[in-house]
């Protein structure tokens, strides 16, 4: 029995907003009765992601925050999205430590750690037309469940 579900959330690129996406990720994903380790790398890649397109993104400049989360079956696909400034190298961005924003004391690891808690990573973007993550995980509480 195949089951697919989704949600939209969009909403303003201020921080204060970061943890009312992770929270409403997380109550949404919920429904695969995910372990808690799975919960909290779907709650970190979503404050990741959202933190970036907030300070990189929009520069703390006023913008809408968009994520399109897809349930089937066992997978969860996160996509966040922005329509900021964009990336001019995504793979230097994708490289451990690199942040564009040295002075606000950024650790550089946001793509890292995204790569490191999810199956899939992609990430599309280009100079002034924003960046786009898709986001792969599959929860393997959820395949014992339905097997």
Do not use: W
């Amino acid at each position: 029995m195949s089951t697919h579900n989704e949600m939209h959330l969009c909403f303003s690129s201020k921080s204060e907003n970061e943890s009312f996406a992770r929270v409403a990720v997380a109550a949404f994903v919920s429904q695969l009765d995910p372990t808690m380790e799975e919960l909290t790398e779907i709650k970190t890649v979503v404050s990741e992601a959202v933190t970036n397109a907030i300070i990189h993104g929009y520069e703390n400049q006023e913008g809408m925050v968009n994520i399109h989360c897809i349930i089937k079956d066992t997978m969860v696909e996160l996509i966040i999205e922005d329509e900021g400034v964009g990336i001019d190298d995504v793979e230097l961005a994708r490289q451990p430590l690199f942040t564009s924003k040295p002075e606000l004391e950024r650790s550089g690891m946001g793509f890292t750690i995204m790569e490191n808690f999810m199956d899939q990573v992609e990430i599309t973007s280009a100079p002034g037309k924003g960046t786009k993550v898709r986001l792969v995980k599959y929860i393997k509480s959820a395949e014992v469940t339905a097997h």
